[in-house]
Nanobody
Framework: QVQLVESGGGLVQAGGSLRLSCAAS????????MGWFRQAPGKERVFVGR????????DYADSVKGRFTISRDNAKNTVYLQMNSLKPEDTAVYYC????????????????WGQGTQVTVSS
């Protein structure tokens, strides 16, 4: 079992930056691939990006590629989402999730979820 808690969300102007954190407890996240998803009001939860267990490889949705960066510190049991050049369309609740599956990009492939943190980007 892994418990995940996101933090770092807030209100930011377009063009600004935020860094989200996802702190894990219960078990070490070193055994898990980690993903970030987001859900805008009235829309489905969608994939933002993921990072492999070692942190050696990442993958991003086209909508955030080049602007968002995922990293992890297994010693701190924490995963990060650095978001730069934010746009109003990035407004959503952001969730981190853990999986034992490889190359997971769908919500059903993830086993553990945080409660989410709100990111609002004003124009």
């Amino acid at each position: 079992q892994v418990q995940l808690v996101e933090s770092g969300g807030g209100l930011v102007q377009a063009g600004g930056s935020l860094r989200l954190s996802c702190a894990a407890s219960g078990n070490s996240i070193s055994s898990y691939g980690m993903g970030w998803f987001r859900q805008a009001p009235g829309k489905e939860r969608v994939f933002v990006g993921r990072i492999t267990r070692s942190g050696g490889s990442t993958d991003y949705a086209d909508s955030v590629k080049g602007r968002f960066t995922i990293s992890r510190d297994n010693a701190k049991n924490t995963v990060y989402l650095q978001m730069n050049s934010l746009k109003p369309e990035d407004t959503a609740v952001y969730y981190c999730a853990a999986t034992r599956r490889l190359r997971a990009t769908s919500t059903y492939e993830y086993d553990y979820w945080g409660q989410g943190t709100q990111v609002t980007v004003s124009s």
